[in-house]
């Protein structure tokens, strides 16, 4: 029976238990890494800076001379553009590697990248591809909703006039906006805590992953919606969080930018390289509520299919096994052919009993008619 409010408490004695029971600095270090490369990387400053101080050049002063080094500046661009585009790529498939990596690091207590990755390559593989699928179809669709948005937009103004148009405009305007919110939520909600443990510890591709997601999704309907609010809390606390992780992390690298002296593209250049190091900080000392995060989805997903595999593997230290050695024993060897009790070795503290018994046995053989002397 899938309960969200007991999947959440599950989820909440896993981060601590998986965090510091026991405290393994190694644990943290590769996790806090992990969560720093699935948030990605970004370069849209360095664009914005590029453009900003591009924008005032005078291109009708460019002298003739300067129209030979046409093709260098053409071949650089494209290069450059190029190679912005390879970074990317590369980005996104080092999100995608570390997301997946993270949610086996979550459900197993240990973090071997290695092997982590041998076992979940496929997932990667999968979980790669869409996502860059799923950013060309969306940037693709960016374009074509924004030259239907002027195209309507044209319309409207002519066919209703200004006044009327803009507000028909603006109103079709806020609820197609609430609309991309709403489906932009849910589908994270579900590509992240559904498809993506799918593929993971099921091993299912990306299309069989999001078909297997909805039938879960309509059998317990109200169960997801919980989840959903579940997560949109945490998502609020989160946030609120992160601004103030981000607020500490832009006055200390501001703080230090004045001691390059600096500006221009080389200013947001130096910024971006000194955010890494406080983005990797921020990364290890806010890694509990990814994970919770994480425990929560696999937690539910455990309730929702009932599969063994979303069970927690919480490590345990291992104890020194302890060897008890036993004594050899070394048996006297028995002698072979007729025993004599002269042969027998005699202690000293039982010699009064051996002579005794030594003179008993005389005494019985004198009476048979055998006499044996006694023993000393």
Same mark, same amino acid.
């Given at each position: 029976m899938t309960t969200t409010a007991g999947a959440f408490r599950r989820a909440w004695r896993q981060v601590p238990r998986l965090l510091f029971r026991p405290f393994r600095l190694s644990f943290w270090l590769r996790m806090a890494l992990l969560y720093f490369l699935m948030q990605g990387f970004s370069l849209i400053n360095l664009y914005l800076q590029f453009e900003e101080h591009t924008a005032d050049l005078d291109l009708t002063q460019i002298s003739i001379w300067n129209l030979k080094l046409l093709p260098f500046l053409i071949t650089a661009t494209?290069?450059?553009l190029v190679g912005l585009i390879l970074f990317k790529i590369i980005a996104t498939f080092y999100?995608?590697? &570390?997301r997946?990596? %993270?949610y086996d690091g979550v459900r197993t207590g240990l973090m071997d990248y290695l092997s982590s990755f041998r076992k979940?390559? +496929?997932a990667v593989f999968? +979980?790669?591809v869409w996502k860059i699928t799923f950013a060309v %179809?969306?940037?693709t669709g960016f374009i074509f909703l924004s030259i239907c948005a002027l195209a309507l937009s044209a319309w409207l103004v002519e066919m209703k006039g200004d006044q009327a148009g803009l507000l028909l405009l603006l109103t079709l305007g806020i609820g197609g906006l609430i609309n991309i919110l709403l489906f932009g939520f849910f589908y994270s909600i579900t590509l992240d805590s559904i498809v993506v443990p799918l593929m993971i510890f099921q091993d299912y591709g990306v299309m069989k992953a999001w078909s297997r997601a909805f039938d879960l999704i309509f059998a317990s309907l109200g169960e997801f919606i919980l989840y959903a609010y579940y997560r949109f809390t945490i998502g609020i606390a989160e946030t609120i969080i992160f601004l103030f992780a981000a607020l500490f992390t832009g006055v200390f690298t501001y703080s230090l930018i004045g001691l390059f002296h600096v500006s221009g593209v080389m200013r947001e250049l130096v910024l971006f390289l000194l955010t890494i190091p406080a983005s990797l900080f921020g990364a290890f000392f806010l890694l509990p509520i990814p994970i919770l995060k994480d425990a929560f989805a696999i937690a539910f997903m455990n309730d929702l299919t009932g599969n063994a595999a979303y069970s927690f593997k919480t490590p345990v230290k291992k104890k020194e096994s302890v060897i008890l050695s036993t004594p050899e024993w070394n048996p006297t060897p028995i002698p072979t052919g007729p025993i004599s009790f002269r042969d027998i070795p005699?202690?000293?503290?039982n010699s009064s009993l051996a +002579? &005794?018994?030594d003179e008993g046995i005389a005494s019985k053989d004198k009476e048979d008619g055998e006499t044996i002397p006694p023993a000393g």
């Open positions: 494209v290069t450059l999100a995608a590697a &570390s997946i990596l %993270f979940h390559c +496929y999968c +979980y790669f %179809f969306a940037l005699l202690e000293e503290q +002579y &005794s018994s």
